[in-house]
Every structure is written in structure tokens, then in C-alpha cells.
């Protein structure tokens, strides 16, 4: 798996998930998979559980794309996590 990748969704969505964004000792910190559309941002989970991005309704067809990745994602970020923990470790 890839330590950092961007997928491209409808209407210019994108999802960038971050290694760098990765903190295991504090895991609020980071923002590890954020989605962006138009000028807007917001965190993954946010914008999965809540249909919305900065305060505005996402499109239909982001949120079912959202949805589509959703596995992809969070596989990602269990990844991300224990990377992260293994390199903290080695240390």
C-alpha cells in the first residue's frame, strides 16, 4: 500500500490520504484522509457520516462515491496507523 495517494471522485472531488498526517500517540491530531471539493474541506469520516463538507450539502454523487471508497479508506488508514506504530517502535 501507498504511504500517501490522492483519489479522484465526481465533480472534482478528491480524497488525499496523508502518512505525515499519521500521529499514533495522539490520533485527534492529524487529519490523515481529507476530502476536497470546489474550495471546501473536511475530514473523511465527517464527510461520509455527516453528507456535508465545511457546513454545505456534498452532491448525491460524491456521497455514493464516498461510500464506494469507504473500505479503501479505512483499510488505508489502518495501515497508516500501524506503519506508523512500527517505525515509532523501531526507534
Known amino acids: 500500500m501507498q504511504d500517501t495517494f490522492t483519489l479522484v471522485g465526481p465533480r472534482g472531488a478528491k480524497v488525499v490520504c496523508d502518512i505525515d498526517q499519521v500521529f499514533p ?7 490523515p484522509s481529507m476530502v476536497y471539493w470546489k474550495d471546501y474541506s473536511g475530514t473523511f469520516s465527517c464527510c ?8 454545505h450539502e456534498l452532491p448525491v454523487s460524491i456521497h455514493e462515491w464516498l461510500h464506494k ?9 489502518f ?5 506508523k506504530r512500527s517505525l515509532i517502535a523501531a526507534n
Open 25 to 31: 500517540a495522539d490520533p485527534g491530531q492529524g487529519t
Open 48 to 55: 461520509i457520516n455527516e453528507c456535508e463538507i465545511d457546513g
Open 69 to 77: 471508497i469507504h473500505e479503501l479508506v479505512i483499510d488505508w488508514e
Open 79 to 83: 495501515y497508516a496507523f500501524d506503519k
